[in-house]
C-alpha cells in the first residue's frame, strides 16, 4: 500500500472508493457529492487530499479542508473512506497518520471531524468540547472530535468549508 496526494486523474476512483464505502442502499451517499464539491472548494488543499494505492488502484481516501476556529484557520476532516475489501488492514490509519503529519508540517493549530469516538481516538482525537471547540450542530456531542497539535489557545465555533453546507 501506499498513500500519496491525489491527483485529478485520480477522481473517477476516489468517488467510487467513497460511494462504497459510505452506502447503506441503492442511493448515493451524500459523502459522494460532498467530496466532489471539495475538490471545487476555495477550501481545497492538495497537500491534504491523499489516496491510498494497492497495485495502482485507489482504495482509500481522505481529505482536509479549510475551516475555521472562531477566526483560526483549521482543518476539517471529511470524509475518510475505505474500500470494503480493504477495511480492517490499517488503510484508513495509514490515511490519517499522513494527514496529521501534513496538517503538522503546515503548524495547523487543529484537525476536527465527526465521528466514531473509539476509531478516532487512536489518533489522539478527543470530543472537541473539552477543547472549547464548537460543533456547526450541537447535536453532535461528543462525535464531534478534536486533535488539537499547538500549545496556543484555540477555541470557538467551528466553521466548514462552504461544500459542506453548514
Ligand atoms: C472507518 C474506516 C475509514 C476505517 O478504515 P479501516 O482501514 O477499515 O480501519 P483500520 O484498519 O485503520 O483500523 C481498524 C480498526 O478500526 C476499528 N474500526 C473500524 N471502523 C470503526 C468504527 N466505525 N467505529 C469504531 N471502530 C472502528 C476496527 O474495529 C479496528 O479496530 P482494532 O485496531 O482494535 O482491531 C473504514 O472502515 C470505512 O471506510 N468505513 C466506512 C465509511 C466510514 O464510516 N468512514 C468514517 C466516517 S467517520
Partial sequence: MRIRREQPSDRPRVLRVVHEAFASGPDEPGEVALTRALFDDP?????????????????????????????????????LAVGRADQQRGVGSALMWALIGAAQARHEPALVLLGENDYYRRFDFAPAAGEGIDAPVASWGRYFQALVLTDDPVAGPFRYAEAFGL
Fill in 43 to 79: 477550501g481545497y488543499i492538495p497537500e491534504y487530499s491523499l489516496v491510498a494505492t494497492a497495485h495502482e488502484q485507489v482504495i482509500g481516501y481522505v481529505i482536509g479542508t479549510r475551516g475555521y476556529i472562531g477566526d483560526t484557520p483549521a482543518v476539517g476532516v471529511a470524509p
